[in-house]
């Protein structure tokens, strides 16, 4: 099926759109200097395993001490290794946070499985964002 080259968007460097013949829309739409800038493509299809990929996923907890450890010891004993852990407001109440957390692996393998099984179930709140494979550098 045929898509509407109209109906996409990407942010991007001067240097990409012009590899690509694409219009600048806006330039120099950073709001620090030293940024960098993580990308992402959304879909409604689920990536299938490709061996090498990265989940992504948000949570919370409750604010109490060791909250977080907890939440996080599904991780290590399942043997699946963390490679970002952030957090941001999560505009619901003061100091309450979210999570954005990326894992090595797919969901769809046994023990990525097993360990976001464990953690939905010690979470107030967990969504997987997707797995999908890891860029190549």
Same mark, same amino acid.
């Given at each position: #099926?045929? &898509?509407?080259?109209?109906?996409?968007?990407?942010?991007? *460097?001067?240097?990409?759109?012009?590899?690509?013949?694409?219009?600048?829309?806006?330039?120099?739409?950073?709001? $620090? @200097?030293?940024?960098?800038?993580?990308?992402?493509?959304?879909? /409604? &299809?689920?990536?299938?395993?490709?061996?090498?990929?990265?989940? *992504?996923?948000?949570?919370?907890?409750?604010?109490?001490?060791?909250?977080?450890?907890? =939440?996080? /010891? @599904?991780?290590?004993?399942?043997? !699946?290794? #963390? /490679?970002? =852990?952030?957090?941001?407001?999560?505009? /619901?109440?003061?100091?309450?946070?979210?999570?954005?957390?990326? +894992? $090595?692996?797919?969901?769809?393998?046994?023990?990525?499985?097993?360990?976001?099984?464990? +953690?939905? &179930?010690?979470?107030?709140? =967990?969504?997987?964002?997707?797995?999908?494979?890891?860029? !190549? &550098?």
């Amino acid at each position: #099926m045929a &898509q509407d080259i109209d109906s996409f968007a990407a942010v991007a *460097s001067k240097s990409a759109a012009a590899h690509y013949g694409l219009g600048v829309l806006a330039a120099n739409i950073e709001d $620090e @200097p030293n940024n960098t800038t993580r990308f992402v493509v959304l879909s /409604t &299809q689920e990536a299938a395993p490709s061996g090498n990929d990265k989940t *992504s996923l948000v949570m919370s907890t409750r604010n109490v001490p060791g909250a977080i450890h907890g =939440l996080l /010891t @599904p991780l290590a004993t399942n043997r !699946v290794s #963390m /490679t970002r =852990l952030e957090s941001r407001p999560s505009r /619901t109440g003061l100091w309450e946070y979210v999570f954005f957390l990326d +894992m $090595e692996g797919h969901q769809n393998d046994e023990h990525v499985a097993r360990a976001l099984k464990e +953690m939905k &179930q010690l979470a107030a709140f =967990l969504k997987v964002l997707g797995s999908y494979p890891v860029a !190549v &550098q």
